[in-house]
């Protein structure tokens, strides 16, 4: 009687009786075991045969659960779980074998800490690992990123802030335009900005032009996550700014952006993210280089992404060890500006 | 006498706001980084079609269904060529919207799993990892999908290939006209679809959450077991949002360069209608890489009426998406 009379909910249908747990478990563990051992004595052989072996096997013991189990279900409901396993297990495997190549062929380059330092200026094509590096695709890497996220993101920002502070009859449109940006192909904000500054001769090949293409790409992302972000401030804040006799710049510069600057910064580092793996862009704006160069506005510029591409064009085995240790550094760089910017977002959010 | 004071009665209060200088010059400001995505929407536009207008002048409507892409002398027959050449784009734009079906037709199964796992299947803490693990894949580059595409992929899906060509040959998607499986429309088809997975299952998630509970709770409370309550609740919910998503995917496909670079191989004379196995795709993006570097003039305003194509299709592909995704959220709220 009290129980029924508590104030928390008892929520009878979630308890999960443990036999049936024991049930679930065994099928979900056995059925790749068994699929292992029938690999191993069986023809089908191979990742492949496992993986469909393991799938056989999972979808009857499934439906054997269904039937006999200590909870009997509807066939349909033990073949929805199967599905959802498998997508996930196919997807994990797929993304391991892409990331699995890049881990174990760029760990070789780690014993040479010269590729992270020195150009590839006096190292001809296959040359030995302790020779040259990839020191100025970096340099040029960061400087492209930093020019671009100095162009875009304070536009990003802008964007935002007329959507979620000014409110006007534009809101529909630019947030529709900022949401088909996101959707310009890399490729063609390369062309647009070979067509408009260098075909016409206002640049030349450059850092500069490499970042305008880059800032771009990255605009969107930023306004849009930027204006999410400015939606969970609330709005007491704003009319109580208001009703201070602050004005609409002051609201702004003095409540709104403090409140929302560490998410402002994730809308940064997310667009950076965005940007930093982008190459095709890069091929047609800041060309690439072999040796270190600082100025953005005069001369060619190497980045990562370039740099990963042109080994590979070269592809001697040399070559290629050194493409794996810069996709293994920027994959690495990637992965850090990625769970930072989770991170601090989920802790705006929490707040 | 009554008219009157039945106008005076509805007339609205109006309220004059007289703002400080200074928020006008600030929301002039706002008004024009508002502008920012509009400005270079249609710049990208005019430079595109400016730079490409010597071949659409000189081919007219025949550069977008014209079949063969060749690049002669880069004369026009009218500056005294002897090699004439000759640009199709119809075997690029067919191919990429080849490559980008396949690799969506892949991915919507498996981003549903995902996104059904997240929100469904999995316990809380799990689910959290997974979603931050699937929108981590989102993140990484498309060079490393090309390097993944052409030393790990290419040599197990050519295998997988030549399987459905021998025991499903039948089927005329599968048939081959020459034995050629490394880098076919379906093995680009195939990475892209790794890479545009977590985008429509990131929308698909987010469907998903903002089914309304009481719904779930009802199901859930008239004895449905889990696979009923998303056959019959989550599923006609979220049938418009996963398509909106589905075509964001679609989008991003269509404009991946440098993944499809890798692994595809470019046919520049006839269109390879649907034979998916055998190596002859076409792709805008990618035909744009491959010959941006050794084109002569003719042919770089060419490759930018490519460029201006693969920009319009992706934009009104993106357009509706946009548009069915924005109206579910509404209909939510």
């Not at chain 1, 080994?311 to 070559?319: A, I, K, P, S, V």
């Not at chain 2, 039948?170 to 679809?193: C, D, N, R, T, Y």
């Not at chain 2, 490519?306 to 939510?332: E, H, M, Q, Y």
């Amino acid at each position: 009687m009290s129980k029924a009379l508590s104030d928390t909910p008892t929520q009878p249908w979630k308890t999960v009786d443990p036999e049936f747990r024991k049930q679930q478990l065994i099928t979900h563990l056995g059925t790749p075991v068994l699929a292992l051992l029938f690999t191993v004595i069986s023809p089908m052989a191979g990742f492949t045969g496992f993986c469909v072996t393991w799938f056989g096997f999972h979808v009857f013991a499934a439906a054997l659960l269904a039937k006999y189990g200590k909870k009997p279900k509807s066939y349909a409901n033990a073949f929805i779980e199967v599905f959802v396993g498998v997508t996930i297990f196919v997807f994990v495997a797929f993304v391991s074998t892409v990331l699995w190549p890049v881990i174990s062929n760029g760990m070789a380059g780690v014993s040479h800490l010269n590729l992270l330092f020195q150009d590839a200026g006096k190292v001809g094509a296959d040359a030995s690992l302790d020779k040259g590096g990839f020191g100025h695709a970096i340099v040029g890497s960061a400087l492209m990123i930093g020019l671009a996220s100095l162009i875009s993101v304070p536009i990003g920002i802008l964007a935002a802030l007329y959507v979620t502070e000014v409110r006007g009859k534009l809101t529909p449109f630019v947030r529709f335009f900022v949401q088909a940006m996101s959707g310009v192909p890399s490729i063609v904000a390369g062309l647009f900005i070979y067509s408009a500054l260098i075909i016409s001769g206002i640049l030349q090949y450059s850092g500069f032009a490499g970042s305008l293409a880059l800032s771009i790409l990255m605009l969107p992302t930023v306004a849009r996550t930027a204006e999410e972000i400015l939606r969970l401030i609330p709005d007491d804040l704003r009319t109580a700014a208001l009703a201070l006799g602050g004005t609409q710049w002051r609201t702004v510069r003095m409540v709104v952006l403090p409140a929302a600057k560490s998410g402002l910064i994730t809308s940064a580092i997310l667009g950076i993210a965005r940007v930093a793996g982008e190459t095709a862009p890069l091929l047609l704006t800041a060309f690439g280089n072999n040796v270190l160069n600082v100025n953005p506005f005069s001369d060619s510029m190497a980045a990562l992404p370039s740099y990963v591409f042109n080994q590979m064009l070269l592809g001697g085995d040399n070559d290629m060890a050194r493409a794996w240790f810069a996709t293994f550094v920027l994959l690495i760089a990637i992965t850090i500006l990625f769970t930072s910017a989770r991170i601090v977002a989920d802790r705006m959010k929490r707040n | 006498m009554s008219t009157e004071l039945e106008t005076e009665k509805i007339t609205p209060r109006v309220i004059h706001v007289i703002r400080q200088n200074s928020d006008k010059v600030f929301r002039g400001i706002l008004i024009a980084g508002g502008l920012a995505a509009f400005v270079l929407l249609s710049g990208i536009f005019g430079f595109l079609a400016t730079s490409a207008g010597p071949v659409l002048r000189a081919f007219g409507l025949s550069f977008f269904t014209g079949k063969t892409w060749y690049a002669g002398d880069g004369l026009l027959p009218s500056e005294g060529s002897i090699d004439p050449p000759t640009f199709g784009l119809a075997p690029m734009l067919w191919g990429s919207l080849l490559i980008a079906v396949i690799a969506v037709a892949i991915a919507i199964p498996m981003a549903i799993g995902i996104a059904l796992a997240a929100t469904y299947f999995l316990p809380k803490k799990i689910a959290f990892a997974f979603t931050v693990f699937v929108d981590l894949v989102a993140a990484i580059p498309s060079i490393v999908f090309g390097l993944w595409g052409f030393f790990v992929l290419m040599q197990h899906g050519a295998l997988w290939a030549k399987w459905l060509n021998t025991h499903l040959g039948f089927i005329p998607f599968f048939k081959v006209e020459f034995e050629g499986f490394e880098q076919s429309p379906f093995m680009a088809g195939l990475v892209l679809a790794i890479m545009i997975t977590p985008i429509i299952a990131a929308v698909s998630r987010e469907i998903f959450a903002s089914v309304p509970a009481e719904l779930i709770n009802g199901a859930q409370a008239l004895g449905a077991s889990r696979w009923t309550m998303i056959r019959n609740v989550v599923i006609p919910f979220s049938k418009s949002g996963i398509t909106g998503g589905a075509m964001l995917g679609l989008g991003r496909a269509l404009g991946e360069t440098i993944a499809v670079f890798f692994v595809l191989q470019l046919f520049f004379d006839e269109i390879n209608w649907i034979r998916i196995l055998e190596s002859t795709g076409g792709s805008v993006a990618s035909l744009i890489v491959s010959r941006f570097g050794e084109a002569q003039p003719l042919e770089i305003s060419a490759l930018f009426g490519a460029g201006l194509a693969l920009f319009l299709v992706t934009l009104a592909v993106n357009a509706v998406a946009t548009a069915i995704v924005s109206s579910t959220n509404r209909a939510k709220k």
